[in-house]
């Protein structure tokens, strides 16, 4: 089946540091791939996106590469901030007739930055 | 438009209710997808409406579920004789055709608690 697999948090990290967040996955087909986010209190929303091998998402600092030959997509910022505090979901969609583009999501990895 | 609207925000009901949810999608947005999040979890995939047609029902829909999409508009999910397990947040996404999953919007949810 298809799914996503995510390192556990929570994540503590002083600001400016260097972030990291794993990312696996295993798929039967090409998968898009996603980094939302969900800060406190509010719903999620797309951080990055990939939809094909090699492609690099970016937005906010934030950076991931769709790597097939290792079935990554690691989550990296080079500065963080304590605004970036939140939990992180890795997710694939494949086309499904059936299922339109639904997600699958890991399980989150959660992100403290302090000051 | 505000994005994808869902109420109520929480809701605590005893054991063998029913409840119903609300969501409002994206007025030109004709996807429709239920999710739930369980506490350290990710979203989990429940339901998918193209316009007023119900597509895909995940297993994890059991009979006690059933979500509607009148005219395609808004759309309520029911859980009847609710279940200690089905504690959790109710997630409603939208989106347009053609969105491989980074053109959902997502609501803020509605959270279940069952006593």
């Known amino acids: 089946g298809n799914s996503v697999t995510q390192m556990e948090g929570p994540v503590t990290l002083s600001e400016e540091a260097f972030l990291t967040i794993n990312c696996t996955y295993t798929?039967?087909?090409?998968?898009?791939l996603f980094w939302y986010v969900q800060y406190p209190g509010e719903g999620l929303q797309l951080l990055l996106k990939?939809?094909?091998?090699?492609d690099k998402g970016s937005n906010k600092g934030f950076e991931a590469t769709y790597r097939k030959e290792t079935t990554s997509f690691h989550l990296e910022k080079g500065s963080v901030q304590v605004s970036d505090s939140a939990v992180y979901f890795c997710?694939?969609?494949?086309?499904?007739?059936?299922?339109?583009?639904?997600?699958?999501f890991g399980k989150g990895t959660s992100l403290l930055v302090t000051p | 438009d505000t994005g994808v609207s869902q109420d109520p925000r929480h809701k605590i009901t005893k054991r063998g209710q029913n409840v119903t949810f609300r969501c409002d999608p994206i007025?030109?947005?004709?996807?429709l997808y239920w999710y739930r999040q369980t506490l350290g979890q990710g979203p989990e995939f429940l339901t998918y409406f193209q316009n007023e047609a119900q597509l895909e029902k995940s297993r994890l829909l059991s009979d006690r579920f059933s979500a509607e999409r009148p005219k395609g508009s808004f759309s309520t999910l029911e859980i009847q004789r609710t279940e200690q397990g089905d504690s959790a947040m109710y997630l409603c996404a939208s989106s347009l055709t053609g969105s491989k999953g980074g053109g959902y919007t997502f609501g803020s949810g509605t959270r279940l608690t069952v006593v």
């Open positions: 007025s030109e947005h004709n996807r």
């Open positions: 997710a694939l969609s494949l086309s499904n007739s059936n299922s339109g583009y639904a997600l699958n």
């Open positions: 798929a039967t087909g090409y998968p898009s």
């Open positions: 990939a939809t094909k091998a090699d």
